[in-house]
Nanobody
């Protein structure tokens, strides 16, 4: 059983930065598509950023140019660097692995809270 453990969330002022980390217990980071989702209160969960096993990245329009997803295969860790944070970025952020039948069939972390004050 693979575990994904997120860290790095917290409270930051608008315009600030945070870096989220997702440590995997197994060596899935380099062989899977990994992603970061977020869910704000009263809103649907959305895919924020993803990185394929080949290193191709994609981002939600709302975070393009501000967020960067990366990975360190040696550390089995995925990162989300978040710059120029806005209050609307406030949400619980989840690390996930895309399984064979889609994201819901993969492994998920427990989530980390990111709060951006105006």
């Amino acid at each position: 059983q693979v575990q994904l453990v997120e860290s790095g969330g917290g409270l930051v002022q608008a315009g600030g930065s945070l870096r989220l980390s997702c440590a995997a217990s197994g060596s899935i980071v380099s062989t899977s598509t990994m992603g970061w989702y977020r869910q704000a209160p009263g809103k649907q969960r959305e895919l924020v950023a993803a990185i394929t096993s080949g290193g191709i990245t994609n981002y939600a329009d709302s975070v393009k140019g501000r967020f960067t997803i990366s990975r360190d295969s040696a550390k089995n860790t995925v990162y989300l660097q978040m710059n120029s944070l806005k209050p609307e970025d406030t949400a619980v952020y989840y690390c996930a692995q895309r399984g064979l039948r889609g994201w819901e069939s993969g492994y998920w972390g427990q989530g980390t809270q990111v709060s951006v004050s105006s």
